[in-house]
């Protein structure tokens, strides 16, 4: 049977294997995850879980795991038993250690209907495209069933209200990462994005299994076990540093033998997920591209905001970015004041350029059409640094035109 | 420098789709049209601030409705009597719903409003979500509407408009929003302001006018950006 479907490869995260397979042999997917002896990780969330997917895996990887991920955007579980079905063996065996899988909120709830997880790491719930969860609430709600399910360990932020709230219904241990009290400020909660910003943390530092201390643009510092752990990382930003935490976090629970040392130099060697910073080199300009989908994760872009780059700005709103882009008048912008946006570009460029506007940011071009706008902005622009924040079907478009589709999925 | 003072209600609790960025098109409108303006903040329990000349409230989950539900009665009157010299008010979803009779949860739970509009809210099961136009007393209104409350207006209630694209207040009539003297409700969020400037400055100039006399004037903006934004935006899908 698995002989026949595995024919059926090639289409490479393409759901219709998927579907033959689960026609045929409806456990296929329980059967196949069982055989993994350090079981499942869900990393679930609402910003980040790209990015820290890769990271987790990279780092088992060089931690000696062999490891079943599914790549990003596949993240439904018909896509998950496509990416089974493109490793299982022709007697139907996984030669894999673990799996780690990225699945957002809504699909969590139905993978762990078919497989409970030993492991479940939740970054943060912020707004996300509500046109498709509804509120921030039922959010909330779908990943207290995907923490409840874990049968091992949780991992979450103590940092987010919601998640430890959450977490108080959980069967299994909960172990908390989170950041400094100095840095709470730098890193919103959705409520405080809003609200009057309280800064007390909701969980004691001593709660903490790691804990992100400080960190430059490219060194984070994290404390664990009393100790001082600090390593320049390929990947930037205090935003990806604070879900590091969490994944140091959480390989220190699937592979308790390892030594703080080695994990955070194999943590520091994981190179950005496509699109999530990545840096691609482009007619010789640094161009890095920087994928943004609410206001929690494109404030905490601008935060890391270079004034001396020049800024590319592309918002579309297909369904993958969300139809709704009133979540843009939730950003405060006045990070780019300065220097100013020199384009702004997608579907709704227009309505972007009427968000600088009331911020009184100038934007000096506005092109819908993606490949225009940057046929004009490289035809023109001297600078050569620039930094792109794009929704992520135009951060598609974006990294198609300058690289080609060659490697999606992974980095270069 | 002539000042417009704004009441901000219940900013923490209601404010959930951008709605914050009406508060700021105000400002800023105000700013370039010559005119100073103040941001009041109305917290739960907050004492009622006096000469207030404009008030904007916003969306919010239904725990953040039920939060200031109370709060909301307890300061019903000066709404009232704000409501009834003509001070310009917006109102967007679920304090829309909530300046209705009352507003019905999925759960059946009854939230009571202060019923400046005549009007009655039911939650339903189906969300309607998407890009919608209405037509109005301001032209075409260009915005973004999610919710799952369906709003009937009674007897000689006024809607803010009738919808050309989208659901509005509910799947059975064309009606979107309510309006009762220079007080708006309305479903549509995704800030409705800043692409829908004629209204935004019906609010000002009603607001200016009431304070400083029928001679104020406001300037001509350029809004070329704002008819691209309306159109690109009519253009999308639902």
Not at chain 1, 29 to 46: A, F, H, R, S, W
Not at chain 2, 78 to 88: H, I, Q, Y
Request: glycine share 8%; charged share 25%; net charge positive.
């Amino acid at each position: 049977m698995i002989r026949q479907t595995s024919r059926l490869r090639g289409g490479s995260g393409s759901a219709l294997p998927g579907l033959v397979v689960e026609r045929m042999y409806p456990r296929f997917l329980e059967d196949m995850l069982k055989q993994l002896p350090d079981g499942v990780v869900i990393v679930t969330g609402t910003n980040g879980k790209t990015t820290t997917t890769k990271v987790i895996t990279g780092a088992l990887e060089l931690l000696g795991k062999k490891v079943l991920t599914n790549p990003s955007g596949s993240n439904f579980t018909r896509g998950i038993v496509s990416t089974v079905i493109n490793n299982v063996s022709i007697v139907g065996k996984l030669e894999h250690d673990i799996a780690v899988l990225e699945l957002d909120e809504a699909y969590a709830v139905q993978f762990i209907k078919r497989v409970k997880p030993r492991y479940v790491l939740a970054l943060n719930v912020m707004r996300d495209q509500l046109d498709r969860f509804g509120e921030v609430d039922a959010t909330a709600r779908l990943i207290q069933q995907v923490i409840a399910s874990a049968t091992k360990s949780v991992v979450i932020n103590a940092d987010d209200p919601h998640l430890v709230a959450a977490a108080k219904t959980s069967n299994a241990p909960v172990f908390y990462y989170g950041v400094d009290v100095s840095l709470r400020a730098q890193f919103p909660t959705d409520d405080e994005l809003l609200a009057k910003l309280d800064k007390k943390p909701i969980k004691q530092s001593n709660e903490l299994l790691v804990k992100l201390k400080a960190y430059s643009h490219n060194t984070p510092t994290f404390l664990v076990d009393k100790k001082a752990y600090v390593e320049p990382f390929q990947i930037q930003g205090g935003y990806n540093y604070q879900n590091i935490a969490g994944a140091f976090a959480l390989i220190k629970l699937v592979i308790p033998s390892a030594d703080n040392d080695e994990i955070i130099e194999a943590l520091a060697k994981v190179k950005p997920a496509f699109g999530r910073g990545e840096i691609i080199h482009h007619n010789g300009k640094h161009i890095q591209i920087i994928l943004v989908k609410n206001p929690a994760g494109f404030r905490q872009a601008l935060i890391a905001h270079d004034e001396k780059e020049d800024v590319f700005i592309a918002i579309n709103d297909d369904y993958a970015d969300g139809r709704d882009v009133s979540w843009l008048w939730d950003v405060d912008f006045s990070a780019l004041k300065s220097h100013g946006v020199d384009m702004v570009s997608g579907t709704r460029a227009y309505d972007m350029a009427l968000r600088l506007r009331y911020e009184e940011v100038p934007a000096l071009h506005v092109i819908r059409n993606i490949t225009s706008a940057l046929d004009h902005y490289l035809a023109n622009s001297k600078q050569p640094r620039l930094k792109i924040y794009a929704t992520y079907t135009a951060m598609l478009a974006i990294r198609n035109y300058l690289i080609g589709n060659r490697d999606l999925g992974e980095s270069s | 420098m002539k000042k417009i003072r704004i009441l901000n209600l219940y900013p923490d609790e209601m404010n959930i789709y951008g709605d914050s960025g009406n508060v700021l098109t105000l400002t800023r409108r105000l700013q370039w049209h010559g005119y100073d303006s103040e941001v009041l903040f109305l917290h739960p329990g907050d004492t009622f601030p006096e000469s207030i000349d404009l008030v904007i409230g916003g969306g919010g989950q239904d725990s953040g409705q039920q939060k200031i539900a109370k709060d909301l009665q307890r300061i019903a009157p000066n709404l009232r009597k704000l409501a009834d010299n003509g001070t310009p008010m917006l109102m967007i979803c679920g304090l829309y719903q909530l300046f209705g009779h009352r507003f019905v949860t999925d759960k059946g739970d009854e939230i009571k409003g202060i019923g400046i509009f005549d009007a009655e809210t039911i939650a339903k099961d189906k969300r309607l979500i998407g890009n919608i136009v209405i037509e109005t007393d301001f032209g075409r209104v260009i915005g973004y509407e999610n919710h799952s409350g369906q709003t009937y207006l009674k007897n000689k209630q006024k809607p803010f408009g009738f919808t050309i694209k989208g659901e509005g207040n509910n799947t059975d009539d064309r009606s979107e929003g309510a309006r009762t003297n220079n007080v708006f409700g309305s479903y549509l969020h995704g800030s409705l302001l800043p692409k829908n400037p004629v209204f935004a400055d019906y609010l000002i100039k009603t607001a200016v006018e009431k304070k400083y006399g029928k001679k104020s004037t406001l300037k001509k903006l350029d809004e070329s950006l704002t008819h691209r934004a309306r159109e690109s935006a009519e253009a999308r899908p639902r």
